[in-house]
T-cell receptor, first 113, second 112 residues
């Protein structure tokens, strides 16, 4: 069974641009959660999607948004990039919503110059 | 304010030594999980502890959940270079509305 797939693995953008990251969950998993990982703050929860609906949201500005498609694949978008958005963005999939085992992808390393 | 405080932040030891990593909070968690993350990879779940006072063993790794479900520890016996990585504790706070919360991690280096 294939694991969680995130694309692209690496991305370089400049300030002010926008970026879209993609996550394909494990087959049969219906929830996708996104996290931002930085050396200073560690892993921080961005949002969770289940059956195409956002179920939960972390404390991030509105520049961070996401969506989930009917096949459970998810995308995360960051608009008007700032230097501080440089981070490893991880997505995790789970069978159900809320408290269940999370399986993580390898992440997308975003660098904002 | 970090809901889950991990200590130590960095740990460098020799092969064969024992070590303990701590994960503490003032909040109650319905469960706590431990992950290991290697460079260039996402976190991989090692164990979930659910019951206060629970102890789980995974080969040379022993995980304990505090009686009050506010803290946890990870003990590694006879560490090996393959144990090197970032160890993360994470949990679902009882009143979190389903937000998985992570500690900042302990970066362990085991030298041969």
């Amino acid at each position: 069974k294939a694991g969680v797939t995130q694309t692209p693995r690496y991305l370089i953008k400049t300030r002010g641009q926008q970026v879209t990251l993609s996550c394909s969950p494990i087959s049969g998993h219906r929830s996708v959660s996104w996290y931002q990982q930085t050396p200073g703050q560690g892993l921080q929860f961005l949002f969770e999607y289940f059956s195409e609906t956002q179920r939960n949201k972390g404390n991030f500005p509105g520049r961070f948004s996401g969506r989930q498609f009917s096949n459970s694949r998810s995308e995360m978008n960051v608009s008007t990039l700032e230097l501080g958005d440089s981070a490893l963005y991880l997505c995790a999939s789970g069978v159900g919503s809320g408290e269940n085992i999370q399986y993580f992808g390898a992440g997308t390393r975003l660098s904002v110059l | 304010t970090q809901l889950l405080e991990q200590s130590p932040q960095f740990l460098s030891i020799q092969e064969g030594e024992n070590l303990t990593v701590y994960c503490n909070s003032s909040s109650v968690f319905s469960s706590l999980q431990w992950y290991r993350q290697e460079p260039g990879e996402g976190p991989v779940l090692l164990v979930t502890v659910v019951t206060g006072g629970e102890v789980k063993k995974l080969k040379r790794l022993t995980f304990q959940f505090g009686d009050a479900r506010k803290d946890s520890s990870l003990h590694i016996t006879a560490a090996q270079p393959g144990d090197t990585g970032l160890y993360l504790c994470a949990g679902w706070p009882l009143l979190s509305n389903y937000k998985l919360t992570f500690g900042k991690g302990t970066l362990l280096t085991v030298n041969p």
